[in-house]
């Protein structure tokens, strides 16, 4: 198991950029598939974006692509997603998930077994 918390969630006007980070104790975060997902009010969580154990390999979801791009650091446990020209409808609360077992780019939340605590993106228009 790992502990993850993120960070970096904000208030930031329609079109602007926000960084999100996600720590991860432990010393094998490496091993760790690992990926961002999202929850708006009264909506489902869903999937943003995956990237692969070493960090080669990214997915994402059609909404995002070509706006955010996923991104980690082994040496330093730390995930991150570049978010920039944000909409509305980016705001939900933004959650990083692990998994040592996960197939790499999966977007189904139940693969993933640890999650962070969320952090708050809100983007007006």
């Known amino acids: 198991q790992v502990q993850l918390v993120e960070s970096g969630g904000g208030l930031v006007q329609a079109g602007g950029s926000l960084r999100l980070s996600c720590i991860a104790s432990?010393?094998?975060?490496?091993?760790?598939?690992m990926a961002w997902f999202r929850q708006a009010p009264e909506k489902e969580r869903e999937f943003v974006a995956a990237?692969?154990?070493?960090?080669?390999?990214?997915y994402y979801a059609d909404s995002v692509k070509g706006r955010f791009t996923i991104s980690r650091d082994n040496a330093k446990n730390t995930l991150t997603l570049q978010m920039n020209s944000l909409k509305p409808e980016d705001t939900a609360v933004y959650y990083c998930?692990?998994?040592?077992?996960?197939?790499?780019?999966?977007?189904?939340?139940?693969?993933?077994?640890?999650w962070g605590q969320g952090t708050q993106v809100t983007v007006s228009s």
């Open positions: 998930a692990a998994d040592l077992f996960a197939v790499a780019g999966t977007k189904l939340s139940s693969d993933y077994h640890d």
């Open positions: 990237i692969s154990k070493t960090g080669i390999t990214t």
């Open positions: 432990g010393r094998t975060f490496s091993r760790y598939a």
